[in-house]
């Protein structure tokens, strides 16, 4: 049987015509580079987002996006918590508390659309 290997990417709701502000926050605040999506996408005015692991966030337009779940997020696996956070709140992004895990620290932000992005770093296995 064939294994899935592994989140090659994640689809984010922006507004119609959000691209300037996604790249304000995915690549001004978050630090990822922009990627062009392939021209056959084109017509679609995607704008993605490369993580150093290859994997990439792409922001669609929709005009009314609505989160679902309130719980529903993406979480992106960080090397430096505190100096990411740091760097979040220095763009002026407010930072939500959640619960803790057991060698997990996390937070919450949120995106320019009110998307929900949890953002962890591992240090050794949860209980």
């Known amino acids: 049987?064939?294994?899935?290997?592994?989140?090659?990417?994640?689809?984010?709701?922006?507004?119609t015509g959000g691209h300037d502000a996604a790249r304000s926050f995915y690549a001004g605040v978050l630090g990822l580079p922009e990627v062009t999506p392939p021209s056959t996408l084109g017509h679609l005015q995607l704008v993605w987002f490369r993580m150093a692991c290859g994997?990439?966030?792409?922001?669609?337009g929709d005009a009314q996006p609505e989160p679902n779940h309130p719980a529903q997020h993406l979480c992106l696996e960080v090397d430096d918590l505190d100096t990411v956070l740091d760097q979040v709140r220095g763009h002026g992004v407010a930072v939500e508390e959640t619960i803790s895990?057991?060698?997990r620290p996390r937070a919450m932000i949120r995106d320019p659309f009110g998307n929900l992005i949890e953002l962890t770093q591992i240090t050794g296995e949860y209980d």
């Not at 994997?55 to 669609?60: A, G, P, R």
């Open 101 to 103: 895990i057991t060698n």
């Open 1 to 15: 049987m064939a294994e899935i290997q592994r989140v090659q990417h994640v689809s984010v709701p922006m507004p």
């Open 55 to 60: 994997q990439e966030i792409h922001c669609f």
